[in-house]
């Protein structure tokens, strides 16, 4: 017994010390456990400088200065995607922290279905070693199609598939548009638009451009519009409230898509880096996983 406390005081000792002496401390957070697949998956990081002097993270000829370590249930170790795992440097204060966000899916494959463990790690040069957090564990899954609608890309002639699709998270129903090329095996967004309510399917329209319309309910007279594009725009969002009517989309005489009742709520503006990193995403669209 007397040994046994002795090893365990011992260990705690030797892992207080390792933290005293950490030159750099890394966190990791994400939003939630569960991800659908091709959904961004936001890494948020924080960096703390306890190295006494400013610094500044930067690549090296064969390191990056950040790096995630990403296994699979199977215990393999899938390689980041080429060209898509540099990140910009960043300089540090003495016993300053830096926090930012970082789009997993865009960087590293995690999008076929299972779980993964996923850890951040920091190179700090001074010591020509990195630091890393502790590990963090996600599941990735699929949603069900409520919608899908094959249109074509105006500017080009080329198709693109859209769907709408219900995901269960942990305590509610989401849906989620996804926009893909499936003959060029590419995924240019899939985002999250709102709550999925059991008063039936949204109301969908779509515009000249083929741009998508959607109308949902998310709670007692309140609903949300959203607008999606072909290339994986940012989806553009706006509140409206039932009042004397009901808001629902109305086709105006040429064609495009209008708002009839309801009441606008005052638009909202994102703040964080994390909405302002996941806003867009055509500039990286995500390959399917080959056959």
């Known amino acids: 017994m007397v040994s046994r406390r002795f090893l ?26 569960l991800f659908m697949a091709y959904e ?25 200065w950040l ?5 699979n249930s199977d215990g393999t170790l899938p390689p980041p995607r080429t060209g898509k795992s540099k990140f910009e440097p960043r300089r540090l204060g003495a016993g300053e922290t830096c926090n930012f966000a970082v789009n997993l899916v ?61 995901f269960r998270n942990a305590d509610e129903s989401d849906l989620y548009v996804r926009v893909e090329d499936r ?5 240019y967004e899939t985002q999250k638009v709102g709550k999925m309510v059991t008063q039936g399917l949204p109301q969908i329209e779509v515009d000249p451009n083929n741009n998508l319309h959607i109308m949902q309910i998310v709670s007692p007279k309140t609903y ?22 009901r808001p629902r989309l109305a086709r105006l005489p040429n064609g495009n898509i209008g708002i009839a009742g309801g009441q606008a709520a005052a638009p909202e503006v994102p703040k964080d880096e994390a909405t302002a990193a996941r806003a867009k995403i055509s500039d990286r669209p995500v390959e399917l996983p080959k056959e």
């Open 183 to 187: 003959e060029a095996g590419v995924v």
């Open 224 to 245: 949300l519009y959203s607008r999606v594009g072909l290339n994986g725009e940012a989806i553009l969002h706006g509140t409206y409230y039932e009042t004397k009517s």
């Open 106 to 166: 865009t960087s590293y494959p995690i999008t076929e279905f299972g779980s993964y463990r996923i850890r951040a790690s920091i190179y700090f040069p001074a010591m020509a070693k990195y630091f890393s957090s502790p590990l963090k564990n996600i599941e990735i899954s699929e949603g069900k199609v409520v919608w899908e609608q094959t249109l074509g890309v105006p500017e080009t002639g080329s198709q693109r598939q859209v769907s709408l699709l219900s």
């Open 67 to 71: 790096k995630f370590e990403i296994t």
């Open 8 to 33: 365990v005081c011992l260990l705690s000792l030797l892992a207080l010390s390792q933290q005293l002496h950490a030159q750099l401390k890394v966190d990791l957070k994400l939003s939630r456990r």
């Open 40 to 64: 961004p998956v936001m890494a948020s990081i924080a960096i703390t400088n306890y190295s006494g002097r400013d610094i500044t993270l930067e690549n090296s000829d064969d390191q990056n």
